[in-house]
């Protein structure tokens, strides 16, 4: 089976200032990894995702993430945060490309 | 990419009682799933409901408790059967948009249900 860690549950950042959110995986074949985001009081929204090929994955508003096989890991960057990116961020895997499993959230909180 | 609506959006209901989630996609889609996330908590697949046949369900989550529909290509019920305050998520339909995009999935805005 398997499973996902955000390592962070909490991430505060000023505004304007880079930030990664991480994220680690864990299964024995192939999975296909996704990051959606949850904005206060609002369903989920894919930001992006990697099915295969390049292991840079660019995503809406700003968003992108690298997918590291060695490491098991597919961390979510962007280089410069607005107060509007405050919501929680899930990582999520799929062996088949529709079941997920979610990390635990991790919460960016931006302030000004 | 494809757009799901979920109703109710939020309600309040009494212990006890059982209550239905309407799941509408405007697109045909073959794959549609049911996601509970409790408060303050990740998202947990309750089950996969499938078209023309029973639902498939994940560990801790029963039939009796949380009947599925999918009459058709487009549309999913989930009923939360004899609530409790344990039962107070919020209850998301997603689907997988399929060929061509491919392993997209896609939510709804979610159902949060409150039980008082």
């Known amino acids: 089976a398997q499973s996902v860690t955000q390592l962070d549950s909490h991430v505060p950042v000023f505004e304007e200032a880079p930030v990664e959110l991480r994220c680690n995986y864990s299964?024995?074949?192939?999975?296909?990894l996704f990051w959606y985001v949850q904005y206060p009081n609002q369903g989920l929204q894919l930001l992006l995702k990697y099915l295969s090929g390049s292991t840079l994955v660019k995503g809406i508003n700003g968003f992108e993430a690298e997918f590291n096989k060695s490491q098991t890991s597919f961390h979510l960057r962007k280089p410069s945060v607005h107060i509007s990116d405050t919501a929680e961020y899930f990582c999520?895997?799929?062996?088949?490309?529709?079941?997920?499993?979610f990390g635990g959230g991790t919460r960016l909180m931006v302030k000004p | 990419s494809a757009v799901i609506s979920q109703k109710p959006s939020r309600d309040i209901c009494q212990r006890g009682t059982s209550l239905t989630i309407q799941c509408q996609v405007d697109s045909q889609v073959t794959m549609m799933f049911w996601y509970r996330q409790q408060p303050g908590q990740s998202l947990t697949l309750i089950a996969t409901a499938n078209q023309g046949s029973e639902a498939t369900y994940e560990s801790g989550f029963v039939i009796d408790k949380f009947p599925i529909s999918r009459p058709n290509l487009t549309f999913s019920t989930l009923t939360v059967s004899n609530m409790s305050p344990e039962d107070s998520s919020i209850y998301l339909c997603s689907v997988d948009e399929g060929w061509p995009s491919g392993n997209t999935i896609y939510f709804g805005e979610g159902s949060w249900l409150t039980v008082v």
């Open positions: 299964s024995s074949v192939s999975v296909y």
């Open positions: 999520a895997v799929s062996l088949s490309g529709n079941m997920l499993t």
